[in-house]
């Protein structure tokens, strides 16, 4: 695992020990949330058709969202969280539910021995992971023409855009009435993104700029849908 993971292990680590001690757990959603505002981009319709698939959630926090897909749609979740606090979060309020497996491991390593899976997704998560550490595991983990479909920071609270270098950068997570907590990231432009996904064997479909509803707040999410290409 990159030097750089093992900080942001740290980072979840604190962030869920932080939730736990306030007892707080986001409700299991009626859609899937991709950036931070209700009704912004599209909802669970943006992974395509869902009963019956083996979907992997990566860095599935709470498990909240995973609950929602399987419950709603029919999809058999493996949901793959590295920070045992984060994993505690889920397991002791979803642990019951079927259809949804809690993993407590590093994503890359569950990927060298789990079935292929048909769609990964991810909300903000996959940006916290070295690409060229992750995409290759990504791709050799999905079936041929499975959907890869995450959402990753743009712009960020100071009007900070993306960068066109493969390199991380500080951001922070926020929690009312908390300190924030530094996190590594990887904020990246969209034709950059596009560039890596091409080069680990995907094809991008699209790349849609998610906008905060307030005219003030210059927050901007990307939404990137793209499918593992047919080996060659």
């Known amino acids: ?42 909802g669970t319709e ?47 309020h979803f642990g019951a539910v079927p259809g949804v497996q809690f993993v407590n491991a590093d994503v890359v390593e569950h990927l060298r021995t789990a079935e292929p899976y048909e769609t990964v997704y991810a909300i903000g998560t996959l940006a916290c992971n070295d690409p060229h550490y992750l995409l290759p595991a990504l791709r050799d983990g ?19 855009g993306p960068s066109s270098m493969v390199a991380p950068r500080e951001e ?9 907590i530094p996190v590594q990231m990887w904020v990246l432009t969209p034709q950059l993104w596009e560039d890596l996904l091409v080069d680990y064997a995907f094809r991008v479909e699209a790349i849609d700029l998610l906008r905060a509803p307030e005219a ?10 793209a499918r593992r290409a047919a080996h060659t």
Do not use: C
């Open 1 to 42: 695992m990159p030097d750089n993971e093992t900080v942001n292990t740290q980072t979840w680590v604190r962030y869920g020990q932080v939730q736990l001690d306030r007892g707080y757990m986001p409700p299991v959603p009626e859609q899937m949330k991709w950036g931070f505002w209700d009704g912004v981009g599209p």
């Open 46 to 92: 943006a992974l395509s058709s869902l009963r019956g698939r083996l979907v992997l959630a990566l860095g599935s926090g709470p498990g909240h969202h995973a609950v929602h897909l399987a419950r709603d749609h029919g999809a058999l979740v493996d949901a793959v969280e590295l920070s045992p606090t984060q994993h505690q979060r889920a397991v002791q």
């Open 142 to 160: 999905l079936i041929e023409g499975g959907r890869l479909v995450f959402s990753a920071l743009h712009t960020n609270l100071h009007g900070h």
């Open 172 to 180: 922070m997570i926020r929690i009312r009435g908390q300190k924030p």
């Open 216 to 225: 003030d707040n210059p927050v901007v999410v990307q939404l990137i849908r």
